[in-house]
């Protein structure tokens, strides 16, 4: 083989070993691009599930208020005779006492009627608003509705812990106490 020929075959290895270098860079070149677009889009994903998250985070917090304000709503409706009726019942107690007061002329008679029409069609009222009067005598005593401001011995007529007698009318308004029956108890 002649020098020539040594090294025209040299330069061919060197062009192809260059070739093959570009090749190989390229690939790497391409690998890299690939690993880069493969991170992107694993980043991508990352923040499109949180974000999914957080949508969803707000649409249930969405659903909470939504409902939270509904229930306000609804308890608002349920007593918003609460704070008229705490103030009707001082009213409602003293016709309760004119009531009880005993008549005996014309005029006490027709008077005490009145009183009578007007104190059924305020107790009418409040049935129709869900306010009603609390049992007391003769039940037992529950701290819940009742207060005891007196007790007395108990006795065959009235068993321990048993209301003998209301000194003022208790008042629930539905499931919600306006104020407890005083009550004397037996002890």
Do not use: C, W
């Not at 860079?25 to 690998?31: P, R, Y």
């Not at 499109?48 to 939504?66: G, P, S």
């Not at 229930?71 to 409602?92: F, H, V």
């Amino acid at each position: 083989m002649s020098e020539k020929d040594q090294e025209l075959k040299d330069q061919e290895l060197k062009d192809q070993e260059l070739k093959d270098q570009e090749v190989a860079e390229a690939t790497e070149q391409k690998d890299l691009e690939q690993e880069s677009v493969t991170d992107e889009l694993t980043e991508l994903t990352a923040k499109i599930d949180e974000m999914d998250d957080q949508l969803l985070r707000a649409k249930a917090e969405i659903a909470n208020i939504t409902n939270r304000n509904r229930n306000e709503r609804e308890l608002l409706q349920r007593y918003r005779s609460q704070d008229l009726a705490k103030k009707l019942l001082p009213a409602i107690d003293n016709l309760e006492r004119a009531m009880a007061t005993d008549v005996s002329d014309e005029q006490g008679i027709n008077l005490k009627k009145g009183v009578e029409m007007t104190l059924a069609s305020l107790q009418q009222a409040l049935k129709e608003e869900g306010i009603e009067e609390i049992a007391a005598e003769g039940e037992a005593f529950d701290p819940n509705f009742h207060q005891g401001v007196q007790t007395v011995e108990a006795s065959d007529d009235a068993p321990a812990n048993t209301i003998v007698q209301v000194l003022q009318k208790g008042y629930k308004l539905h499931d919600r106490v306006l104020r407890p029956s005083m009550v004397i108890v037996a002890q």
